[in-house]
């Protein structure tokens, strides 16, 4: 689900009741906000676009508020707004091909212009482009990481592991004094090429080699450099952030991997995260 996939681990057998119950509120979370599904509350803000507010769920709300927060954060490179030009390369969906410049630079320009207009009182959103549209592939896993994590250490759950393809959130701790040990895939597929050792929390991977697709031996990839509406140069191979904040780790993987290894790296100590990133020369910085 949620264009990957997920597990969750517990350590207790008395904690497994609450797996299906974490599987259901990711079904609740991706039937909410996926800009794939037209009836999502995402969905029917994009459809009225640049036409009329959209009222949302109070969780909705603050998730898109938050993104815009994260938008202004990092200089616009996490920017959900770029939905009409991830809808329009639709990366993962085994139809890709190749936008032309003339498809793409209405939609670039439209991403640049649009703002979310926030109404407090009514609960709506609503996007002042009609061409621009909200993606949250960028940070819904991590903010359902989050939900997932609150979830379980409410019911009493002392220890989880939840991945959802990639974004990892370590629930409460490894036992006295012990630290959880995530593995960060190596892009080759094989293996891993770093472990960081963390206490409760999310680590969160932005890599190319997750989605992409090659078309006359040029690859592809997902994730978008919201100024030119092309797949980001590669610089580096992955991003990973640590945070106690799932959401925000998972936007700000993102935002390094656009922004690349100087840029990326000035961000990460201006927030004061940590991180390990992969540059193309294979080099592993950890920050
Ligand atoms: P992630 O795997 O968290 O780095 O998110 C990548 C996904 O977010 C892509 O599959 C797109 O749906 C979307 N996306 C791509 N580029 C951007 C961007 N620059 N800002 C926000 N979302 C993006
Ligand atoms: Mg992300």
């Known amino acids: ?3 990957t996939s997920c597990s969750i681990t517990v350590f207790r057998r008395a904690d497994e009741k609450y797996i299906r119950e974490c599987f259901d509120i990711l079904f609740a979370i991706e039937k909410r906000i996926s800009a794939k599904i037209d009836d999502s509350e995402i969905g029917l803000v994009n459809q009225n676009a640049g036409k ?24 616009g490179a996490f920017n959900p707004l770029v939905g009409r030009v991830t809808a329009l390369w639709n990366i993962g969906s085994g139809e890709e091909k190749v936008p032309s410049k003339e498809e793409l630079a209405p939609l670039v320009e439209a991403v640049k212009r649009a703002e979310v207009v926030f109404d407090d009182s009514a609960s709506t959103i609503y996007i002042t482009e009609e061409s621009a549209a909200l993606d949250l592939g960028a940070i819904g896993k991590g903010y359902s990481s989050d939900i997932l ?13 939840i991945n959802l393809g990639g974004n990892v959130y370590a629930v409460g701790s490894k036992g006295r004094g012990k630290l959880w040990n995530v593995g960060l895939r190596s892009p080759d597929g094989d293996g891993i090429f770093a472990t960081v050792a963390t206490k409760e929390g999310a680590v969160v991977t932005s890599g190319a080699y997750e989605r992409y697709f090659v078309s006359d031996g040029v690859m592809y990839h997902h994730i978008i450099d919201p100024e030119t509406g092309y797949p980001v140069d590669l610089d580096l191979l992955s991003a990973s952030i640590l945070s106690t904040d799932g959401t925000l780790a998972d936007a700000l993987s993102t935002a390094v991997f656009v922004l690349g290894r100087d840029r990326g790296i000035e961000l990460i100590k201006r927030l004061g995260v940590n991180a390990v990133l992969l540059t193309k020369e294979r080099e592993t910085i950890r920050l």
Do not use: D, W
Not at 149 to 161: C, D, E
């Open 1 to 3: 689900m949620m264009g």
């Open 52 to 75: 009329s507010a959209v009222k949302v769920s109070p969780e909705t709300y603050a998730l898109v508020k938050r993104a815009m927060e994260i938008e202004k954060l990092t200089e």
């Open 149 to 161: 994590a609150s979830y379980l250490k409410k019911k009493g759950v002392a220890r989880a592991i």
